[in-house]
């Protein structure tokens, strides 16, 4: 008999074992789980539902509503998500995937949100959406409880082995400071409107990443920064999320200088940091390949090596 209830002490053990037989492209060991979700300020160990047969986790999920804001006082009342489910393989088409998702979407409408994602959680959503070719029964499962596909981001990856910094774009960079453009690393004095840049012209996301990544230790050598007449006009940087130093991003160019090659100029500029710091591919979960900044990444020897499909699901009482 299958008993449903929520988190308790001792649970994270059963979960990850559990993560590591389903999600066996997406590996995840305890520290990871216990950063990503125990310190989570929005967890709730009420939307931490299990699945439990003869004293063994054979299902999880994770709902999660929005308890600190990222910016301001905006709750996201309205929104809530599911970060991650499984079920093991043996117990499959048993209906334990339903009951898990009943449970968890009963949570959040009753923290009195309308809508629910798969998995576009900010900060700590694992992945972007569900992998359909790497997980067709999860995206099939997500289908079949109502949701539906809103867009599909893509991860891209970028060796380095071979990469020297193009003398075109040196050209291009000469060209921009003639101009009263500067580039060049973070300084302490830039942290206040580098983050309200990210925040406004972007997503608060964005800037949260740039404070605590400083804030756990990201040297501000991996932030790179484009200025006009001393004004942040965009950003770049690479080892923000989880400490992982491949890891490319976030990256943006204000509105007001597209088309100007400040995007390429950053690109590079990073990459070419990364190189010196014997970083040897660079990569990223979340883009549109057909963005602007998807045409600059795939221009610039990027390649998709996982497509993602965020899904929605609105809430009726």
Known sequence: MTMYRTF???DEVGIIELWNDVLKHDPINQTR???????DANFDPKGLIVAVRDEKIIGAILAIT????????????DTGWI????????????????????????????????????????????LPGIDESRYPSGFAFLQKEGFQRVYSPVAMH????DYVYPDIVQALKR???????????????????????????????????IREGVLQGLDPSQILVAKKYNQVVGFALFGGYE?????????????????????????????????????QGAW??????????????????????????????????
């Open 66 to 77: 929005r308890k600190l804001p990222m910016e301001g006082t905006n709750l996201e009342s």
């Open 175 to 209: 060209e921009r400071e003639l101009e009263g453009y500067t580039f060049g690393c973070v300084q302490d004095g830039d942290f206040y409107d580098l983050i309200q840049f990210a925040n406004t012209q972007f997503n608060p996301d964005w800037g949260r990443a």
């Open 33 to 39: 789980f216990r950063k990503q979700i125990m310190l």
């Open 284 to 317: 990223f979960l979340w883009t549109s390949e057909s963005s602007s900044a998807g045409h600059l990444y795939m221009k610039n020897g990027f390649k998709t090596f996982r497509t993602f499909h965020v899904m929605a699901k609105e809430l009726t009482n």
């Open 243 to 279: 400490g992982i130093r491949e890891r490319f991003g976030p990256f943006g160019v204000a509105n007001t200088e597209q088309g100007k090659g400040l995007g390429k100029i950053l690109l590079h500029e990073t990459l070419h940091a990364m190189k010196q710091n014997s970083i």
């Open 8 to 10: 308790k002490n001792g």
């Open 158 to 161: 970028r060796a380095l082995i």
């Open 83 to 126: 970060t991650f489910f499984m079920v093991d393989s043996s117990v499959e088409r048993e209906g334990i995937g339903h009951g898990l998702m009943e449970r968890a979407s009963a949570y959040i409408q009753e923290q009195g949100a309308k809508k629910m994602f798969f998995s576009s959680y900010a900060p700590n959503y694992f």
